[in-house]
């Protein structure tokens, strides 16, 4: 394996989340040996990784993200012997594997909270967020957690409030410890000499809060279904001191070669803080944000965000259309479209300057999942439904075989439905069919791999007329042109700039003498010369 430092620069990934991707044991649930079983079909994809989804020690009530042990493998998926298998199994398919790190929170079970509880004098008491309550008895101030609620629970022991900004079994760790900081460094140790390529951090930006604990303002969204999403977090999270822990981080990553970070931003000032945690050589590597992970879609705000993040040359950003938060991208952006504006949307993604993320099943065009409110298991769907039905319908299992049982997932009923709108969709029906998304997805796939200027090379938008995104990526003779009809309905006719123009990859439109014509939701690619 290539030791390049930037090889994440311009990488595509596929995501992993593991619980839904195959499952081997026959338990309902997806495991390691499922996933390493797979690692052929991923490598066919022209992917250049896997970001894993977290398969460490916990007792899953947020399905991994509540870790009780960060250098354990549970037994749900495993043993650190299957890890390390599947590490050498992406290695020795040219793949890299970045896995998944909270170091935000942590389980109510984890050791260390258990014993921080204890007392207020114990080793590791000041390792969580605690506050006393007011005189009256009620919180230290007005923060909200984002499953619903307020962010502090009253621990008895302790006579005292421990914060949590998701889950009352998430207690928030105190990253301003310096031991607590040490200790999560020695973590990320751990995972880098076991070989893994780098990490995904979790909610980076909740790594610290305001020392003050003073009360988040109103953000005027009376009509919000989640209260979270009625406060402006300006003390809760993305607080100055997460810098100098990241800056520690990167040094510990950076002594391995060839590792990267990428961050998860959840900031309300999301592409600000993309550039503050990103900037320079001593923070993450780069960073996505949810900027392109809500239900806002159409060419002008696509433009707005990207030309936010084109504007300072020494960011590196990262983009992903799906992940296992947010419902599937064919039916928030693609909803009744044909099924070929997958294709047009992965097109998208991965010609954007920037990585990357593929999140598992967008290859196939997978929409999203009715998951029926007797089979929630998600608590943010069984707190917000009707009106949120939370992330169990992007977690619905991947769809192998048309006429196995629960579409070859697993030989007994999965731990969430198969969608039955996925089981037509499955890759061994798409596999042989070359107009399928699959199949687009490998030719495109192999097809990028090939330009340079797809990796590293410069972005730069355009105004052409009607309503169309279009950018170049690249200077000089092997300049690539890409423009996007975003539209659902209306053919969009445009003049193609100066330059001798050759059509590279069919992407739906074609090039009519000096302009190019797109069908509702296609795209064209070109090269100058």
Known sequence: MTLDPDWWRGAVMYQVYPRSFQDLNGDGVGDLPGLISRLDYIASLGVDGIWLSPVFTSPMTDFGYDVSDYCGIDPLFGTLADFDALVEGCHQRGLKLIIDQVYSHTSDQ?????????????????????????????????????????????????????????????????????????????????????????????????YTHDRQLRDNPSADRPDAVKPWFMQRHLYNIDQPETLPFVERLRAVTDAAPGRMMVAELSSDLALKVTADYTRGSKRFHTAYSFAFLGAKFGAAFLRRQIEILNAEADIWPSFAFSNHDVARVATRWGKDRPRDF??????????????????????????????????????????????????????????????????????????????????????????????????????????????????????????????????????????????????????????????????????????????AVLPPGTAFAARLG
């Open 110 to 206: 984890h050791p260390w909270f258990v014993e921080s509880r204890k007392s207020r004098d114990n080793a590791k008491a000041d390792w969580y967020v605690w506050a006393d309550a007011k005189p009256d008895g009620s919180a230290p101030n007005n923060w909200l957690a984002v499953f619903g609620g307020q962010a502090w629970t009253w621990d008895s022991r302790r006579r005292q409030y421990y914060l949590h900004n998701f889950l009352t079994s998430q207690p928030d760790l105190n990253l301003h410890n310096p031991e607590v900081q040490d200790a999560i460094l020695g973590v990320a140790r751990f995972w880098l000499e076991r070989g893994v390529d780098g990490f995904r951090l979790d909610v980076a930006d909740f």
């Open 342 to 515: 997958a294709k047009t949307l992965i097109a998208l993604l991965t010609t954007l300057r920037g990585t990357a993320f593929l999140y598992q099943g967008e290859e196939l065009g997978l929409p999203q999942s009715d998951v029926p409110y007797e089979r929630l298991v998600d608590p943010e769907g069984l707190a917000f439904w009707p009106d949120h039905q939370g992330r169990d319908g992007c977690r619905t299992p991947m769809p192998w075989a048309s006429s196995e049982p629960f579409a070859g997932f697993s030989p007994v009923e999965p731990w969430l439905p198969v969608e039955p709108a996925h089981v037509p969709l499955a890759v061994d029906r798409q596999a042989d069919d070359p107009d399928s998304v699959l199949a687009f997805t490998r030719r495109w796939l192999a097809w990028r791999r090939e330009q340079d200027e797809l990796k590293t090379g410069t972005l730069t938008l355009l105004d052409l007329p009607g309503r169309t995104l279009a950018y170049l990526r690249g200077e000089g003779p092997k300049t690539l042109l890409f423009i996007f009809n975003l539209d659902a309905e209306e053919t969009m006719t445009t003049a193609l700039p100066a330059g001798a123009w050759t059509s590279v990859f069919d992407l739906g439109a074609h090039i009519d003498g000096d302009k």
